[in-house]
């Protein structure tokens, strides 16, 4: 198409569909396919739709979604490895008016974060935790994560994940739920448009618990694909994810308004 | 005059970071330093000026907290004794990287390991040269009463600020256990949220239309913009080391030999230059009162007539070797001191002095 005719049609009363303005620019550094972006919109959305944008602070962890202050368009701050919601705590705790959150992956969130997470939790931090499980550590590689499915191979599992002598998956979320201080406990997708609108839903349901201080985490779990790290293409790898993940990871309510779904 | 108290070390620290308008503290308990937060619960310091505090479940955790905490623009403070300070080191990384200010008290005991409860100067290095991983700087400050213990925790969050840097106090056991008179400043009320978006436009205080988000990272995956960023940390470092030097000098005028001593070890040595005085050996004491950046300049122009420095830690000889920088093989130093929670007695000190600078 000439540049002459894509003037033409990318104009205000054509646009059917926008990226919001709490995204930033910059070119998403993930690969083509991956749930990690989606998720990124996903709760920028939400942040420009609840108008909270100016009173949000978000915490980046270290995965593949370390840059994420670069695309999310609000103030954000950089955690080590895992200690996310230890971060948001020491913000929540002073800044007890603005939101926070922490967006973490499954190696930060249910490895080397494990105590900050539970502890968050357990204390009832009035914050949003949103955890992108794709049970592998993409960053450095595809090494084997604490959620990495039995017999699934990755970079330390060349032959599977050998129950007996590298564990079971750690079902953070299902454990999560089961903690006093947490009052909204969900997992979702995001390899559809209606799994999209459905975790959208949860991640207003989230914000809107902290905003109405209802005391208590309100934890998301969204299920992605890693395809670089399954080494799949993008659509085998949702295909992997909805065959073998979904029936481990069963999506849904866990814990709604502090009482856990039955 | 201030209120006059009878205090503990640590109950000096934790009255001071309420009074110095500290927002928050959050620790974990280690000895010999739980006082710190155990006065902070009974004080309700939240209900006297807003401040928060919180026991962590860990010291990583803690750290982690400040961290968070400091990124706010707020005042953000931890305390923890040798062994919880190892813990503490990745998170100040961190905070050295993102140039964050906050101030972390390390009540020093023996070590490596679990070491003992005991007092101890055994973490110096771990204090002045890094200890967490990277080209960094803490400032640190040596208090050597009850009474610099509260008046550095003010001291240590207008330095932080000034520099946006993570500040240490490195007490000891001694100083944070024994009970002396002290002076309590004068209550600073927090800062407003105006004071802080005024004061620290770095910060985390929500994006607004007038500005653009702040972003607190110690990433940067760009070499050419992370040397850059290294060599601003070693420019802000250049200019504490130019304008924050603190020491003091005891009993310096025509000495022959001089201690150089550090928190308790320099009361110690107080005591040795009476009972060296008895003796006709004439000896004075310099205290480094900050540690990072160390006064080697003073050091340097003391040297005149000087025929000999005994280094006094209780450590198998850290600070030593930065005196022995200093002073360039122009005259003989040696270091002494106890370890393992013994703390050496100023008697003990002469004869070290009489043995391996005088004699020697
Ligand atoms: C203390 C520390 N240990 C290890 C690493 C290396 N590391 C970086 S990211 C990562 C795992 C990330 O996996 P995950 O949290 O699942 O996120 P993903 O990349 O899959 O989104 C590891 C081990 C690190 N940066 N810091
Ligand atoms: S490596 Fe995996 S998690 Fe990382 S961007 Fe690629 S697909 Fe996404």
């Given at each position: 198409?000439?540049?002459n005719?894509?003037?033409?049609?990318?104009?205000?009363e054509?646009?059917?569909y926008?990226?919001?303005?709490?995204?930033?620019?910059k070119?998403?550094s993930?690969?083509?396919?991956?749930?990690?972006?989606?998720a990124?919109?996903?709760?920028m959305?939400?942040?420009?739709e609840?108008?909270?944008?100016?009173?949000?602070?978000?915490?980046a962890?270290v995965?593949?979604?370390?840059?994420?202050?670069?695309?999310?368009?609000?103030?954000?701050?950089?955690a080590a490895?895992?200690?996310?919601?230890?971060l948001?705590?020491?913000?929540?705790?002073l800044?007890?008016?603005?939101?926070?959150?922490?967006?973490?992956?499954d190696?930060?969130?249910?490895?080397?974060?494990?105590?900050?997470?539970?502890?968050?939790c357990?204390?009832?931090?009035?914050?949003?935790?949103?955890?992108?499980?794709?049970?592998?550590?993409g960053?450095?590689?595809?090494?084997?994560a604490?959620?990495?499915?039995?017999?699934?191979?990755?970079?330390?599992?060349?032959?599977?994940?050998?129950?007996?002598?590298?564990?079971?998956?750690?079902?953070?979320t299902?454990?999560?739920?089961?903690?006093?201080g947490?009052?909204?406990?969900?997992?979702?997708?995001?390899?559809?448009?209606r799994?999209?609108?459905?975790?959208?839903?949860?991640?207003?349901?989230?914000?809107e618990?902290?905003?109405?201080?209802?005391?208590?985490?309100s934890?998301?779990?969204?299920?992605?694909n890693c395809?670089?790290?399954?080494?799949?293409t993008?659509?085998?790898?949702?295909e992997?994810m909805?065959?073998?993940?979904?029936?481990?990871?069963?999506?849904g309510?866990m814990?709604?308004?502090?009482?856990?779904?039955k | 005059?201030g209120?006059?108290?009878?205090?503990?070390?640590?109950?000096?620290?934790?009255?001071?970071?309420?009074?110095?308008?500290?927002?928050?503290?959050?620790g974990?308990?280690?000895t010999?330093?739980?006082?710190?937060?155990?006065?902070?619960m009974?004080e309700?310091?939240?209900e006297?000026?807003?401040?928060?505090?919180?026991?962590?479940?860990?010291?990583?955790a803690?750290?982690?907290?400040?961290?968070?905490?400091?990124?706010?623009?707020?005042?953000?403070?931890?305390?923890s004794?040798?062994p919880?300070?190892?813990?503490?080191?990745?998170?100040?990384?961190?905070?050295?990287?993102?140039?964050?200010p906050?101030?972390?008290?390390?009540?020093?005991?023996?070590?490596?390991?679990?070491g003992?409860?005991?007092?101890?100067q055994?973490?110096y290095?771990?204090?002045?040269k890094?200890?967490g991983?990277?080209?960094y700087?803490?400032i640190v400050?040596?208090p050597?009463?009850?009474?610099?213990?509260?008046?550095f925790?003010?001291?240590?969050?207008?330095?932080?600020?000034k520099y946006?840097?993570?500040?240490m106090?490195?007490?000891?056991g001694?100083i944070g256990q024994?009970?002396?008179?002290?002076?309590?400043f004068?209550?600073?009320?927090?800062?407003?949220?105006?004071?802080?978006?005024e004061?620290?436009?770095w910060?985390?205080?929500?994006?607004?239309?007038?500005?653009?988000?702040?972003?607190?990272?110690?990433?940067?995956?760009?070499?050419?913009?992370?040397?850059?960023?290294?060599?601003?940390?070693?420019a802000?470092?250049k200019?504490?080391?130019?304008?924050?030097?603190r020491?003091?000098?005891?009993n310096?005028?025509?000495?022959?030999?001089l201690?150089?001593?550090?928190?308790s070890?320099?009361?110690?040595c107080?005591?040795?230059?009476q009972?060296?005085k008895?003796?006709?050996?004439?000896?004075?004491?310099?205290?480094?009162?900050t540690?990072?950046?160390?006064?080697?300049?003073?050091?340097?122009?003391?040297?005149?007539?000087i025929k000999?420095?005994?280094?006094?830690?209780m450590?198998?000889?850290?600070?030593?070797?930065?005196?022995r920088l200093?002073?360039?093989?122009?005259?003989?130093?040696?270091?002494?001191?106890?370890?393992?929670g013994?703390?050496?007695?100023?008697?003990?000190?002469?004869?070290?002095l009489?043995?391996?600078i005088?004699?020697?």
């Amino acid at each position: 198409m000439s540049e002459n005719i894509l003037k033409e049609i990318i104009q205000p009363e054509n646009i059917v569909y926008q990226k919001t303005k709490m995204m930033t620019d910059k070119v998403l550094s993930y690969c083509p396919g991956c749930g990690h972006g989606t998720a990124h919109r996903i709760i920028m959305e939400v942040v420009d739709e609840m108008g909270i944008g100016e009173e949000t602070i978000g915490i980046a962890p270290v995965g593949c979604s370390v840059l994420a202050y670069e695309f999310m368009n609000i103030d954000m701050q950089e955690a080590a490895h895992g200690r996310a919601p230890a971060l948001a705590t020491g913000i929540k705790r002073l800044w007890p008016d603005k939101f926070v959150f922490t967006y973490q992956g499954d190696g930060d969130l249910a490895a080397i974060g494990t105590a900050e997470t539970i502890h968050a939790c357990n204390r009832g931090e009035n914050i949003c935790i949103f955890f992108i499980n794709n049970g592998i550590y993409g960053m450095t590689g595809g090494q084997m994560a604490p959620t990495t499915l039995p017999n699934m191979k990755s970079s330390t599992s060349p032959y599977g994940r050998d129950i007996a002598t590298m564990g079971n998956p750690l079902k953070m979320t299902d454990i999560v739920a089961t903690l006093p201080g947490t009052y909204f406990v969900s997992r979702h997708s995001v390899h559809t448009p209606r799994n999209v609108r459905r975790t959208k839903k949860a991640v207003r349901k989230a914000f809107e618990n902290q905003r109405d201080k209802k005391g208590g985490v309100s934890f998301v779990e969204i299920l992605s694909n890693c395809n670089s790290g399954w080494k799949m293409t993008p659509v085998q790898a949702n295909e992997w994810m909805v065959e073998n993940m979904f029936p481990f990871y069963p999506l849904g309510d866990m814990k709604i308004d502090g009482e856990l779904v039955k | 005059m201030g209120e006059l108290k009878l205090m503990k070390g640590n109950e000096a620290v934790a009255e001071a970071a309420i009074r110095a308008g500290a927002d928050g503290y959050f620790g974990y308990p280690i000895t010999p330093q739980s006082e710190v937060i155990e006065y902070l619960m009974a004080e309700k310091p939240y209900e006297r000026t807003g401040m928060v505090v919180l026991q962590a479940e860990s010291e990583i955790a803690a750290i982690n907290m400040v961290y968070g905490a400091a990124g706010t623009g707020k005042k953000a403070m931890t305390s923890s004794s040798s062994p919880g300070i190892s813990l503490k080191m990745e998170g100040i990384s961190y905070l050295a990287g993102t140039e964050l200010p906050c101030v972390i008290l390390n009540v020093v005991r023996g070590g490596p390991g679990l070491g003992t409860i005991q007092p101890s100067q055994a973490d110096y290095f771990q204090a002045t040269k890094g200890g967490g991983h990277g080209d960094y700087r803490m400032i640190v400050l040596a208090p050597a009463s009850v009474q610099e213990m509260s008046d550095f925790v003010k001291l240590g969050f207008e330095l932080a600020f000034k520099y946006r840097n993570p500040l240490m106090i490195l007490s000891d056991g001694v100083i944070g256990q024994m009970m002396e008179k002290v002076e309590l400043f004068d209550p600073i009320p927090r800062w407003t949220d105006e004071e802080i978006k005024e004061m620290s436009p770095w910060a985390t205080t929500g994006k607004t239309k007038k500005r653009e988000r702040n972003i607190l990272t110690s990433l940067d995956l760009d070499p050419s913009r992370q040397e850059k960023h290294n060599e601003k940390l070693v420019a802000k470092y250049k200019k504490i080391s130019e304008n924050e030097i603190r020491f003091e000098k005891i009993n310096c005028e025509d000495i022959d030999y001089l201690f150089v001593a550090y928190g308790s070890s320099s009361r110690i040595c107080q005591k040795a230059i009476q009972l060296a005085k008895e003796k006709g050996i004439k000896i004075g004491l310099l205290r480094p009162i900050t540690l990072f950046p160390f006064p080697t300049k003073a050091i340097q122009d003391m040297l005149g007539n000087i025929k000999g420095i005994l280094c006094v830690e209780m450590s198998a000889g850290q600070m030593v070797e930065d005196v022995r920088l200093a002073v360039e093989g122009k005259v003989p130093v040696e270091h002494y001191g106890r370890m393992g929670g013994i703390v050496h007695s100023p008697q003990e000190v002469l004869e070290a002095l009489e043995q391996k600078i005088i004699g020697g």
